[in-house]
């Protein structure tokens, strides 16, 4: 009986590691912590010998040393909440330095953690148009127009994302088609003498497509020797990249070569 009640306190511990390490994974952690926190609630309950990997999409733990549980996780789409991601670690700190916390009282609290509503749209995608309307002046755009359309093109940019993540679920293809829509709008106003150059308007309005998060996420879990995951996160980047890249040179390059 004993051994039976061990080995279900033990599954529901494990159980609660990997909720934990996919709510983090699916709100924008980086691998190693993501590990480091599955690990440590483990230890915490007397489980020193658990093995765990994780990728950017999926997590497995497992105990081979003894009876061999093991559990896996799969992530089909990620986001970036570091809201969610605070209020993980302090639960993780919590747990470990409570040992009279119970199963059920952690599920719970992360359930809660978990169904948080996040900012209102309105909200994020204002923020998005004025981060990007500045950023553009601070490249050197110095017309009030520049600040108005760049805000204006940059929301629709983000929402135009939305809708084709909602289609595609590919982020490189969802990038490639804003940046696309991004420089057509910057060489129509352009065109109709609206603005001097599209040059602000473009740089300004692809940056919160850009992959920087991603990049500097990978770089991390590459010096922390996560080798597989920081490939994955580069490289996701990279496409990212290109992808924005390729949408935005197609229009310039066919703007200067049959309109210019």
């Known amino acids: 009986m004993n051994l039976e009640y061990n080995q279900n306190y033990k599954k529901d511990v494990l159980r609660l590691a990997l909720f934990i390490g996919e709510l983090m994974l699916a709100n924008g952690a980086e691998t190693y912590r993501v590990e480091d926190s599955i690990l440590r609630i483990c230890r915490s309950r007397g489980f020193k010998h658990i093995n765990v990997f994780t990728s950017p999409t999926v997590i497995i733990i497992s105990d081979e040393r003894f009876d061999g549980l093991s559990f896996m996780k799969t992530l089909k789409s990620r986001s970036m909440n570091l809201n969610k991601i605070a209020l993980l670690n ?44 500045s950023f553009g002046c601070l490249l050197g755009a110095t017309h009030v127009l520049d600040f108005i359309f760049t805000f204006i093109i940059a929301i629709l940019a983000v929402i135009i994302f939305d809708k084709t993540m909602k289609i595609s679920s590919i982020p490189a293809f969802s990038s490639l088609v804003s940046s696309f829509f991004i420089a057509v709008f910057g060489v129509l106003l352009a065109e109709f003498n609206i603005l001097d150059t599209p040059k602000m308007l473009i740089v300004g309005s692809i940056m919160p497509l850009l992959p920087g998060v991603s990049f500097i996420k990978g770089l991390r879990d590459l010096i922390s020797g996560d080798l597989i995951a920081g490939v994955a996160l580069a490289f996701d980047a990279g496409m990212t990249a290109v992808a924005i890249a390729s949408g935005v040179g197609f229009v310039l390059d066919l703007w200067y070569r049959f309109i210019v």
């Open 90 to 133: 302090n639960f993780s700190r919590e747990f470990v330095n409570n040992p009279d916390l119970s199963i059920d009282d952690a599920i719970k609290e992360l359930k809660d953690i978990s169904n948080l509503k996040p900012y209102p749209q309105w909200f994020i995608y204002g923020s998005t148009g004025i981060a990007s309307a």
